[in-house]
């Protein structure tokens, strides 16, 4: 084990945003940087098309809807590093506005992985964070449009500086339940499963911040952010950011130096903080 090697990890990184994140780490950062993928083989691939480049990442398998692959990754990185100095939570899945699916299942499925399997990333990973340790959940600006769209005892809810992350829990699990009976808009919840799941990724992280400053371990940062809207499978290469542009904000967060203040458990735009909802 060299625990004195510093080891960052970006969930979800393949492609997209996640693989440019990975690609200016392995060019900036002091220190050990893995992409992780579902599927080996394309994780396998991604690490290759970096090769070429110069960079040399690691690859660890990793599916954030599977706690036993998340636990496999936490024994990893514990027997080889001792620990965990930078996390970005940038696994996520969307579905397309033409995609024939009911509200319903949209509503399950991309909650379950946007906001409880990262959850459950976080829950899992969080005990190897090391002091002066950068987490990034990487959130939307939809959570923000979404938020909005939400009748102000929703808002009021989600915004209560006293919200524990049982009660965000169960927030979002009265939105799907509602979502899979027909029933959101009716009891305040807004019609953007996207939006709404990324909600949860952002309110998340602002519990997550509250519940660090009390840990024992020092300087251990925690923001949420939006990468903007860039040219990915997700957008269907619609947006206008080049996903280099879009990592660029994630990387800012992940590299941010010791003893930061601010942003601290803040929603970034564009590397500056935004006034979220």
Same mark, same amino acid.
């Given at each position: 084990?060299?625990?004195?090697?510093?080891?960052?990890?970006?969930?979800?990184?393949?492609?997209?945003?996640? =693989?440019?994140?990975?690609?200016?780490?392995?060019?900036?950062?002091?220190?050990?940087? =893995?992409?992780?993928? %579902?599927?080996?083989?394309?994780?396998?691939?991604?690490?290759?098309?970096?090769?070429?480049?110069?960079?040399?990442?690691?690859?660890?398998?990793?599916?954030?809807?599977?706690?036993?692959?998340?636990?496999?990754?936490?024994?990893?990185?514990?027997?080889?590093?001792g620990g965990l100095d930078v996390l970005v939570n940038n696994a996520a899945i969307a579905y397309k506005e033409t995609d024939p699916e009911p509200f319903s299942?949209?509503?399950?499925?991309?909650?379950?992985?946007?906001?409880?399997?990262?959850?459950?990333?976080?829950?899992?990973? =969080?005990?190897?964070?090391?002091?002066?340790?950068?987490?990034?959940?990487?959130?939307?600006?939809?959570?923000?449009?979404?938020?909005?769209?939400?009748?102000?005892?929703?808002?009021? %809810?989600?915004?209560?500086p006293s919200l524990t992350m049982d009660g965000l829990e169960k927030i979002m699990q009265e939105f799907v339940d509602a979502a899979k009976a027909g029933n959101?808009?009716?009891?305040?919840?807004?019609?953007?499963?996207?939006?709404?799941?990324?909600?949860?990724?952002?309110?998340?992280?602002?519990?997550?911040?509250?519940?660090?400053?009390?840990?024992?371990?020092?300087?251990?940062?925690?923001?949420?952010?939006?990468?903007?809207?860039?040219?990915?499978?997700?957008?269907?290469?619609?947006?206008?950011?080049?996903?280099?542009?879009?990592a660029d904000t994630l990387v800012y967060l992940a590299l941010l130096p010791p003893n930061t203040t601010s942003p601290r458990g803040d929603f970034v735009k564009?590397?500056?903080?935004?006034?979220?909802?």
């Amino acid at each position: 084990m060299d625990s004195s090697r510093k080891v960052a990890l970006v969930t979800g990184s393949n492609k997209g945003i996640g =693989f440019a994140v990975v690609r200016a780490l392995c060019k900036s950062y002091d220190g050990d940087v =893995f992409l992780t993928s %579902r599927d080996e083989g394309r994780g396998q691939a991604a690490i290759a098309d970096l090769n070429k480049e110069g960079l040399q990442p690691k690859f660890h398998q990793l599916d954030i809807n599977d706690q036993s692959s998340i636990e496999r990754l936490k024994s990893f990185l514990q027997t080889t590093y001792g620990g965990l100095d930078v996390l970005v939570n940038n696994a996520a899945i969307a579905y397309k506005e033409t995609d024939p699916e009911p509200f319903s299942e949209k509503a399950d499925i991309i909650c379950k992985t946007n906001f409880w399997a990262t959850l459950d990333v976080c829950r899992i990973l =969080f005990p190897l964070l090391r002091p002066h340790a950068r987490v990034v959940n990487v959130s939307s600006l939809r959570s923000h449009t979404a938020i909005t769209k939400c009748s102000a005892a929703i808002q009021g %809810r989600f915004k209560d500086p006293s919200l524990t992350m049982d009660g965000l829990e169960k927030i979002m699990q009265e939105f799907v339940d509602a979502a899979k009976a027909g029933n959101h808009t009716d009891q305040g919840f807004c019609d953007m499963a996207y939006g709404m799941s990324k909600i949860g990724v952002t309110v998340m992280s602002f519990i997550q911040d509250r519940e660090i400053r009390e840990d024992y371990r020092e300087d251990i940062v925690i923001n949420a952010c939006t990468p903007g809207y860039v040219a990915t499978d997700m957008t269907s290469h619609k947006g206008t950011k080049t996903i280099d542009e879009g990592a660029d904000t994630l990387v800012y967060l992940a590299l941010l130096p010791p003893n930061t203040t601010s942003p601290r458990g803040d929603f970034v735009k564009d590397r500056t903080i935004y006034k979220w909802g």
